[in-house]
């Protein structure tokens, strides 16, 4: 039986970091395909060692960005990964098998596994993580809430063990900096719901988010790591809450 084509997917934005791991834990597939949001680092260059193809087009918001990517796709599976993302081999191993399968399925969800200070984490929210990353081609529809991007799968799934490997932030520093990110793009998406913020929403949402991912969601098991995420998950509620209603109180 002949195996089905895949290309592998890849938005980039200065991916210098680890984007050769990434190329590198998608060098079966058929082709490699990066949409590179004019950065200035080496991140083209090494997309173009690596043999991908690189379109280069300013961002105008993930939606658009993968319907753009998409509309260049040509074979009969997608393999998507974020520029701070790797597949373990395991996974990798999983993926080639179903290739040669050809089972009815829109696609595959697949664990991923983040690291975060000291460790991958095995609870507070983070992990099985099941994401919709492997695909057939036309069977996925990409939504947006803030600043986070979804894949909708256009029919049945299934499951495939094997971690995607990922690898989010370098420090504190930069967890804050993306933290600033979001918050700002989460208010907006409150507004435009028609929701409200002000103080007291902002503290009570903040709680409820620290209870949740440290205790509920077990993050004290993921030893400081855990605690240091929960309070990372406080500050990012707090802010997003406060931000809504700020518009003119700067004076």
């Not at 200065?14 to 590198?24: D, M, N, S």
């Not at 081609?137 to 986070?148: I, R």
């Not at 909708?152 to 520093?173: C, V």
């Not at 007291?200 to 030893?223: C, I, M, Q, S």
Request: glycine share 8%.
């Amino acid at each position: 039986m002949k195996r089905d084509t895949v290309t592998g997917l890849i938005l980039t934005y200065q991916g210098e970091r680890l984007l050769e791991k990434c190329l590198a834990s998608l060098d079966f597939c058929d082709e490699i395909l990066v949409v590179d949001s004019e950065s200035t680092d080496k991140t083209r260059e090494i997309a173009e060692r690596f043999g991908a193809r690189v379109i280069v087009n300013p961002w105008p918001g993930p939606v658009k960005q993968f319907q753009l990517a998409l509309a260049e796709i040509k074979t009969d599976w997608v393999i998507s990964l974020d520029q701070d993302e790797f597949l373990s081999d395991e996974l990798r191993d999983n993926i080639t098998a179903k290739l040669e399968t050809n089972e009815p399925v829109a696609g595959y969800y697949t664990p991923r596994s983040s690291y975060y200070y000291n460790r991958f984490m095995k609870h507070s929210g983070w992990y099985p993580d099941y994401l919709f990353r492997f695909f057939r081609a036309g069977k996925m529809q990409v939504t947006a809430s803030g600043a986070h991007y979804h894949f909708e799968p256009l029919g049945d799934t299934a499951k495939l063990s094997g971690d995607i490997l990922h690898y989010p932030y370098e420090s504190f520093q930069q967890h804050m900096e993306k933290i600033n990110y979001y918050a700002e793009e989460g208010a907006k998406s409150l507004r435009e719901k028609g929701r409200r913020g002000g103080l007291w929403r902002a503290l009570l949402h903040a709680v409820g988010r620290f209870f949740k991912l440290y205790l509920l969601k077990a993050g004290f098991l993921d030893g400081k790591a855990g605690f240091y995420n929960a309070m990372a998950g406080f500050y990012y509620t707090f802010q997003k809450y406060i931000r809504v209603e700020e518009n003119g109180k700067w004076g």
